[in-house]
């Protein structure tokens, strides 16, 4: 039955896990995936989600029943406030609808899925983007292109050639888009360029999924980082949004997140919602409800809701601390080429411009393991490492 099947390649981030794991090397250093590290270089369980945690597992009218298909309510409609804002014209005219997913990588699924059976349509990836988003429209059945996103030569937005791409694509594409802390880059169009975006995308009568992994983790600023998607939805839009809580509240193995989608009406929500479920239904059957919890309990109680944004502004505050403190390093050791874009790019990522051959150097002489694409992820660097992996970074240049 499986002799004709071949073994497929390890996935690039999670295998760079694994090879910093069995590294013996006392001063390996892993910037790979994107996971948020203390300044001791440990995985951080946010106080806020320790104390929801406790309360949870002490509640005695819980019960590990299944949840609804479309997962747990106050958790949907507290994620639906959340990105799109409790003022937004979706909310108050009740044209929205939030189904519970396996994460943000569920949700972007989840709308592929559900795009592919009512509006199939070729999608538009950002040049790079997540290289998860390829797998999994491609695997939903949809044709997967790219937009020009990053311009090598300015190290930043290749923004002209951006618009171009939307204006010349087929009327009625689908077209991904990061919100904010765009994965790889660590670039986001400003709001001017956003607004040309949306122009562009109004005129082709395309489709616009946000995949929002990083809110509040970009800026520190929850409504900063959804900025976004709320002028979107204001300019009228219909559309889909991924949310994520791996990052902002380091929920990452419970998997929880959220699919919301604008309609014009309350009756279409309806509608989409009831396709969602059978589309979820088909796949999931329903979702993990523990981490779901969690998120209900700090979104809907005012006192924790203040707890989680003072320790999120602590992770974005420290991955910020650490481009400054990585800037001034490389510039200090005289590092041949320019570095401002360390300081200038925002969220878990820098896209340093180091090519693959220089990254390979890194991980086999310095034991510093990053994609080959040069991204490194910020908050692997801490006070006691960034010297040794500035040095390192110095070394390959030279050379
Ligand atoms: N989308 C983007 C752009 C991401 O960077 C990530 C995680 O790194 C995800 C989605 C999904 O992550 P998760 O499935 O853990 O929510
Ligand atoms: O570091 C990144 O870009 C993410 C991390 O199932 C990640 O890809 C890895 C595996 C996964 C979800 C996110």
């Not at 980082?225 to 559309?239: I, K, N, P």
């Not at 809907?300 to 390093?329: P, Y």
Request: charged content about 20%; glycine content about 8%; aromatic content about 10%.
């Amino acid at each position: 039955v499986f002799h004709n099947v071949p073994l497929a390649p390890p996935d690039a981030i999670l295998n760079l896990n694994t090879l910093s794991k069995a590294d013996p090397y006392p001063t390996k250093i892993n910037v790979g995936v994107g996971a948020y590290r203390d300044e001791d270089g440990k995985p951080w369980v946010l106080p806020v989600v320790k104390k929801a945690e406790s309360v949870i597992v002490n509640d005695a009218s819980l019960d590990h029943e299944y949840l609804p298909i479309d997962g747990l309510r106050k958790f949907t409609d507290a994620s639906a406030k959340l990105i799109l804002g409790k003022t937004s014209p979706a909310i108050v005219e009740n044209r929205f609808a939030g189904i519970q997913t396996i994460s943000g990588s569920g949700a972007v699924r989840l709308g592929a899925d559900f795009l592919n059976r009512f509006r199939k349509a070729t999608v538009y990836v950002s040049n790079p983007t997540w290289g998860n988003h390829h797998d999994i429209f491609r695997d939903a059945g949809l044709p997967v292109q790219t937009y020009p996103y990053w311009d090598p030569d300015v190290r930043g937005l290749a923004f002209q050639a951006m618009i171009d791409e939307i204006q010349e694509a087929p009327k009625g594409s689908i077209f991904v888009l990061h919100p904010c802390a765009h994965n790889p880059t660590g670039v986001d169009p400003t709001a001017d360029q956003w607004r040309q975006i949306a122009d562009a995308i109004r005129h082709g009568e395309h489709f616009p999924f946000f995949d929002c992994a990083y809110q509040g983790f970009a800026s520190g600023d929850l409504d900063r980082d959804a900025a976004a998607v709320r002028y979107f939805v204001e300019q009228g839009f219909e559309l889909l949004v991924a949310q994520s809580y791996s990052k902002n509240m380091g929920l990452y193995g419970e998997r929880t997140g959220c699919l919301t989608v604008v309609t014009k009406t309350p009756e279409l929500a309806l509608n989409v919602r009831s396709q969602m479920c059978k589309l979820s239904r088909a796949s999931i059957s329903n979702p993990p409800a523990f981490g779901a919890r969690i998120v209900s309990m700090v979104l809907n109680d005012e006192q924790l809701f203040t707890e989680w944004k003072g320790q999120l502004k602590v992770m974005a505050d420290r991955i910020i601390h650490m481009r400054e403190v990585l800037f001034e390093t490389l510039t200090e050791l005289k590092t041949p080429g320019t570095w401002n874009h360390i300081v200038d790019q925002i969220g878990m990522f820098t896209f340093t411009g180091l090519n693959a051959a220089q990254v390979k150097v890194l991980r086999d002489k310095h034991h510093i393991y990053m994609t080959d694409n040069g991204r490194i992820s910020m908050a692997g660097l801490n006070s006691g490492n960034i010297r040794i992996f500035a040095e390192a970074v110095d070394d390959v240049v030279r050379h």
